[in-house]
């Protein structure tokens, strides 16, 4: 009972509506059946929903209709006994009025007579007609409509199309702009459902791509019947701030709406951001926007279905004139318009003659969806065709069960179901044509690039989406409007070590790009990340590297200062071991206690070894040496000299009128008490390894891996310089004590030299070493190793340089005597009781200083008894300690009652000295000169003692 009523209702709007109409109706044959196919077509323009001008694209797919029901009669394969005919009626592109004249289709007349509808072109004319043909179950055939929602079957069940849909056609336009790497475009549409819906699944289709939805710069709904209130709105919309950025506008609309846009675009071309749009066009209005617009949307790319142009569509279309197409109710009207001439006599308008003819010179095009056109009414043609077969005995003419018993036209519910499973190739548009469940048919698409060629505009193809596997391929150069290929973008990829910031109240492709917090963090552009430990960023800050082993290395230049310094050193040191070692017996080696001279060589040779250490890769054995060495070295060189300096402060600091021997001052006695400091310092060193094993440490810093010794700073300098720097601060105490011996006793004079030096040199290390910390391993290892070095240097220089030096004078005056005169001489007699002293080397005379310290198996003593002497009780005998005794006796009112048992006559050029002291072999005392009345008188006797000193 609903539909009844709603058919009457329906009915009587007809009867209001029916006046006035324009209609192509077929023709009908005298003899045999008849099937009508419905159609509709955008004969004219919507001018303010009014009929306009005659639209060229329409006129064609009208006339393409024609063509196909032609030869579609021609085809005895097709239809057999049954013609088939049309009713076809215009839309003037809008819904309302197509809704209107889709009444007469089921009237009275069409009830009994439609079978099925070709058409409409617009969605949302294809929505309205479907929603009304369903109810009478009259199936429906779109060449033009690619709206998603038409796939709807639960609303549009008897509705299909031989056109890809939208989804189809938005997935291209979404892999157009992937291709180019577009993140930024405007999104204008058409404010009717194909508009709408199309821009819809288009922002889906770019999800999860370069783009998203909201790198959508703006997005327009332009009225199908736009003022220029409209556009202007539309081009300040599109000139806003950060919008403007975009450089690429897809433009998914009818026709009308897309003239209308280009239109005012080219109006606003002189100036601001407009000037330079590449344009996406939808299938609409890709290829038909009228020559004057070329300009404006040069370098403009088109996404059509893909379909073989007909060239027996364009010989039928370019042989049409108003004399042969009389059937056609706008075909005068149409000519009129393309030739600019009038049938009727108008004032100034040329009379329309029969000479005019169709063709490109007149900007003739075909229409993209003729053969799509072509194809529906052979989709009706075959699925009836199958129908008959299977339904009609002998497969020929109308039979009762293809037709419904009430209206006479073919069943349309049985029709469906045979659409559904139609399929005929080739069909117009050059492939297989058939219909999925939702009534769509799956093709592909080809991209137009409208270009300049020899000064005139053309759409060529660049490129084709196949659908079975949904791949863009563009073959073909881009001709783009300036010339290079825009960048749509809204804000520039952030740099390395940068990230975006969004800008409020914009898309999110707009950003502001800002440097990452702190200088250990890289990005690629996006999300700012810190690098991890033992990691910094690159140069370009984009991703974090492997940070390189800092240590001290064989190239580096403190390395190289180091083992030059090293090296000298290892042959200074050297050369004077060698030099002790070759002269052994030489008395200025013996009077610098060789024992302890051994250990300060070898102490020396190690400082300048350890350095070595330093420089090897830091690994666990190397760190141990380290370790060790630093304070063995050390304690070798200064417990020796503590050892030497403490016997002569024993020596000159006795207690006054004491001439008892100071103990503990033999050589075998002082080599024992420098092991015995050596070994405090290797108790030391052994409990620190175990306590604290050897091991590396890696310490991270910003844009550094320093590897070195894992070692706690504070107690390691201590545990290492602790003991050492204690035997140094002892050594220079005892050196300052005995800093007042006599000034002829050089050695003393030259120990303190370098002791205060090495003080200095500590003083000045110590706050360097913990200073250069802050300034890496390199650094604070280099001071270290090159402190070792100079200390090292300062007692070789400070000690023994003068050693050397006095040992080669004194070879060279010896060297000299030996060849003034070869013939040993006596140069003194005592006699009478007396004693001798006898001191001959090579007939030459030495003084007593060379005598009494610096005995070799080249000298002899003779020495006698002396008879006491209580004359002599009142001299102090000081211990001597120099190579020259030229002090006064002193003074007589000292009063030590110690007798000395000997008496020393020295006589030299010619003169004789009687003196009186001690001569042992561990110690050598200063002798006095004795008075006149003590002096021994000479005789012949003599007593002899060999005294090896």
Known sequence: MRRVAIMIALLLVCVVCLAGATVYNGPLPTHGDIVILGALFPVHKNMDNQC?????????RLEAMVLAVDKVNNNTALLP?????????????????????????????????????????SSSVSIAVASLLRLFKIPQISYASTAETLSDRTRFDYFFRTIPPDSLQTQVMADLIDHFNWSYVYALHSDDVYGTVGIQALLKALEGRNCSETCVATQISVPVVATSQDLDEVLLDMSRSWVNNASVAVLFGQLATAVKVLEAVDRSRGSGPLKNITWIASDAWGDQIPSHLYPVAHGMLAVLPQAKHSQQFDDYFTGLTPLNNADNPWFSEYWENVFNCSFQPVAGVRECDGNDRISVNNEYRQNSKVPFAIDAVYAFAHAMTDMQRALCPGGHGLCRDMTDPRTNAVNGELLQTYL?????????SAREISFDASGDEQGSFIIKNLQLESGQHRFRQVGVWTASNAMLSLHSDVEWIDGDMPESVCSVKCGGGQYPERVSDQAACCWICKRCLGNRHVSTGEKCRECEQGYAPNTNMTQCELIPLTFLTWSHAWSIIIMVVAIVGIALTVSVIIIFVVFY???????????????????????????????????????????????FCFTLCYSALLIKTNRIHRIFNRRPGSVSTPSLISPQSQVALTLLLIAVQVVIAVIWLVVEPPSILLVYNDFSTELKCGESPYIGISASFGYSLFLLLLSTYFAFRARKVPQNFNEAKFINLTLYTIVIIWLAFIPTYFATSQLGTIFQTSSLVLGIALSATTTLCCLFAPKVYFLFSQMKKEYQSSENDRRPRQDSICSNGGIHLIHQRNSSTYGLTSVLSKGDQSEQLSVCPLPPQPSLSHYKLPVLTSMTDKEPPPSSTDKTTQTPPLIVTHSSAGYTHSLAGYVTREELYRFVPLPPSVSPTPSTSTCSLHHDI
């Open 420 to 428: 559904h499973n139609v399929s005929f190739s080739p069909g117009a």
């Open 81 to 121: 006994g049954i013609t088939l005919s049309f009713e076809i009626r215009d839309t003037c592109t809008q819904s309302n009025y197509a809704l209107e004249q889709s009444l007469h289709f089921v009237s009275s007349r069409g009830v009994l007579g439609i079978s099925g509808v070709v058409g409409a072109a």
């Open 585 to 631: 017996k030489h008395q200025i080696v013996k009077g610098s206690s060789r024992e302890l001279s051994a250990f300060l060589l070898t102490g020396l040779l190690l400082c300048y070894l350890l350095p070595f250490a330093f420089i090897i890769r830091p690994s666990a054995v190397v760190c141990g040496i380290r370790r060790f060495g630093l304070g």
């Open 52 to 60: 306009g001008d005659v639209l060229d694209l329409g006129l064609q």
